[in-house]
């Protein structure tokens, strides 16, 4: 072994790493809340599964909690969060690394605090929702999940 390692390519310029938490929270009757992200946000119009950037020192978990409570005003426990899949896009400014938790237990009533509107949508219909790119790929997956036998 020579000790050296494979040089990085030099023609591909280093994205900034947004590492993103979001979660799918999914009521009784098998439906799953979306936010349309506001006119004062990039990606402005298109609907997400609610969540934010994980800060310094913070676990993925902890985001979703402190999202769910700022966003939605709905507390979560830690042992509600189950994580599901993740997601890894590279946008024009930044890469993003966004997990998907599942929860299926939450305290309080799901509203829209940050000016954002939000739907409880069947996972068949989540497709006619414009999504960011990042968050397509997670919809069969989530449909699949929620309609399983």
């Known amino acids: 072994?020579?000790?050296?390692?494979?040089?990085i390519a030099?023609?591909?310029?280093?994205?900034?790493?947004?590492?993103?938490?979001?979660?799918?929270?999914?009521?009784?009757?098998?439906?799953?809340?979306?936010?349309?992200?506001?006119?004062?946000?990039s990606m402005a119009g298109l609907w997400e599964f609610p969540g934010g950037k994980v800060e310094s020192g913070e676990?993925?978990?902890e985001t979703v909690i402190r999202e769910m409570r700022e966003e939605l005003g709905i507390d979560i426990q830690e042992s509600s969060l189950t994580p599901f899949i993740f997601a890894s896009h590279g946008y024009p400014d930044f890469h993003l690394l966004m997990p998907l938790f599942l929860c299926l237990r939450w305290e309080g009533v799901?509203?829209?605090?940050?000016?954002?509107?939000?739907?409880?949508v069947k996972p068949e219909d989540l497709a006619r929702y414009p999504m960011?790119?990042?968050?397509?790929?997670l919809i069969s997956r989530l449909r699949g999940f929620i309609n399983q036998d």
Not at 18 to 37: E, Q, Y
């Open 110 to 120: 799901p509203r829209a605090r940050e000016e954002q509107e939000i739907a409880w």
């Open 10 to 41: 030099a023609d591909r310029p280093s994205a900034l790493l947004v590492v993103v938490a979001a979660c799918a929270l999914i009521d009784i009757n098998g439906r799953v809340l979306i936010a349309k992200r506001p006119q004062i946000k």
């Open 1 to 7: 072994m020579s000790g050296s390692m494979a040089p």
């Open 132 to 137: 960011p790119p990042a968050d397509v790929p």
């Open 59 to 61: 676990r993925p978990e």
